[in-house]
């Protein structure tokens, strides 16, 4: 017998409505009627975390786009060598979710003393970063570059915007990396 799950809470953004769905202790969020995130699926965002970690020697400045359910932000704190990691968040009510109902899957991550939630849309961020010296830079939106949730995020993805992240990372000694996240294979 399937468990009945609820809408428990609703948020606007820029970039659309996200639903926060429950069914018993899972949460899922909505955007436009497409699964985001939720609390049961976390190993790819912490595999993403971890391979951009082992793929640089000194990880001290990290940049997250998306909180989502914080596991992500949960795996780069782990890290001993990082000092600071910015999280880019369009919609100030994941932030509260997150504190509301995720901190107890993502270790209560936003409490660490080395995080920071930055309420901005990624892409202006991007434009106008409060600061210009990542180590990693991971993109954690939508559902990858192949399957954006708002047509104005495939603005992301494309040439001219990976240009200015590539820049954001060329100050750094060595050179940042960046990781997408996507549930496609892309080329």
């Not at 609390?39 to 990290?62: D, F, G, M, Y």
Request: with cysteine; glycine share 8%; hydrophobic share 35%.
């Amino acid at each position: 017998m399937e468990k009945s799950s609820e809408i428990i809470e609703t948020a606007f953004s820029p970039r659309g409505v996200f639903k926060l769905k429950k069914t018993a202790e899972k949460y899922e969020v909505y955007a436009g009627g497409t699964l985001l995130f939720g609390t049961i699926e976390k190993e790819s965002c912490r595999q993403l975390a971890q391979i951009a970690l082992n793929s640089h020697p000194l990880p001290e400045n990290v940049l997250i786009g998306g909180l989502g359910i914080g596991f992500t932000l949960q795996q780069v704190l782990k890290n001993p060598k990082v000092k600071q990691v910015d999280v880019i968040e369009i919609a100030p009510q994941i932030k509260k979710w997150n504190k509301q109902f995720f901190s107890k899957q993502n270790g209560q991550a936003l409490n660490d003393p080395g995080s920071r939630v930055i309420i901005a849309d990624i892409i202006d961020y991007f434009k106008h970063p409060l600061q210009n010296n990542y180590d990693i830079i991971i993109i954690n939106i939508d559902n990858g570059p192949g399957n954006t949730i708002h047509p104005d995020n495939t603005y992301l993805y494309c040439v001219e915007m990976l240009k200015i992240i590539d820049e954001l990372l060329q100050s750094r000694k060595p050179k940042g990396l960046v990781g997408i996240w996507s549930t496609t294979k892309e080329k």
